[in-house]
């Protein structure tokens, strides 16, 4: 087929993104070739128009999700400034202002594509979607439940010393899935959090004060008027220990070998175990000082002889 090369006629070869006419080398091209190249040319043209008419749009869209991502960060930071003023733990104010944050985001990224597509059938396909994630990690949403429960409920916090099925040790970490412990010989336990919101929790540092309950024995032959004089001294020796409550001494019980002695003491919740170990060794050191008899158990034997 014959083909006119205007290079040779001295036309400049015309670039074939605007001419679709011509081929690479400046001759013209085939007629079906031609028709195609009109085609993708109209084709880019009309994407090109498309887009400009849909450029305002954008613009407002990208203003949107801009101002949207400042309000986020600018709502979470006075909510945090709120909690902060509470006394809110660290934990809780630190995860609800991520959620804000993220809640405030969400709205404004769904208003910005809502000006392109239908918001109802993304949010259908996040709700499918939530369903199935649901059903599959039924286990892990319920632990993750609990943390959200504890970390609004407050039942304790990092530090305390706390009793739960029949563990106990310290707070270390409060997590979303589970909480750590350490126990007084420094052994870490993980404890899921629905465990925690399930079983009776025992926090022994939610008080400022904690009363220590002692029992000491002495004999039936001592001087029950005078032991008590002893203990009180030694309760008042010990700086330790508080004198408002004051120190209270009863007679619990009258036992087999001993008359028993209630020990009713307050210190503060960081002392108790100096306390409670003090109390024990310089009542000892007491008795012994005054005579007082911490007597063993002892089995009469009555031999009854037949005649």
């Not at 400034?81 to 733990?89: E, I």
């Not at 028993?260 to 108790?272: G, I, P, S």
Request: proline share 3%.
């Amino acid at each position: 087929m014959f083909r006119l090369n205007f290079l040779e006629l001295g036309i400049e070869k015309a670039p074939s993104t605007t001419n679709p006419l011509l081929d690479e080398s400046g001759q013209f091209v085939k007629p079906e070739e031609a028709v195609r190249n009109f085609s993708t040319l109209w084709k880019e043209w009309d994407l090109v128009n498309k887009f400009f008419d849909k450029l305002p749009t954008i613009i407002i869209a990208v203003v949107i999700i801009i101002i949207g991502i400042w309000l986020s960060k600018l709502i979470a930071k006075l909510a945090t400034k709120a909690m902060k003023s509470q006394n809110v733990d660290p934990t809780v104010y630190k995860f609800i202002s991520r959620m804000i944050s993220a809640f405030v985001k969400l709205i404004f990224i769904l208003t910005a594509l809502s000006m392109f597509i239908k918001i109802t059938s993304i949010l259908a396909a996040f709700s499918a979607v939530g369903v199935a994630v649901g059903l599959g990690l039924q286990d892990s949403v319920a632990q993750c439940a609990s943390g959200i429960q504890i970390l609004l409920n407050h039942p304790f916090k990092n530090g305390d010393f706390i009793e739960v099925g029949g563990l106990a040790g310290n707070i270390s970490e409060i997590r979303f899935m589970n909480t750590i412990i350490t126990t007084v010989d420094n052994k870490r336990i993980i404890i899921p959090n629905s465990d925690l919101t399930k079983n009776r929790i025992v926090n022994y540092s939610a008080e400022k004060e904690r009363r220590v309950d002692l029992t000491f024995s002495i004999g039936y032959n001592d001087d029950i008027t005078k032991a008590k004089s002893v203990i009180l001294e030694t309760a008042t020796q010990n700086s330790a220990v508080l004198q408002d409550p004051a120190p209270v001494v009863y007679v619990n019980s009258h036992g087999a070998s001993a008359i028993e002695l209630t020990v009713r003491l307050w210190c503060l919740n960081a002392d108790y175990w100096n306390v409670y170990f003090a109390m024990q060794e310089s009542v000892k050191l007491a008795f012994d000082k005054n005579k007082i008899n911490i007597p063993y158990e002892q089995l009469d034997v009555h031999i009854i002889e037949k005649k």
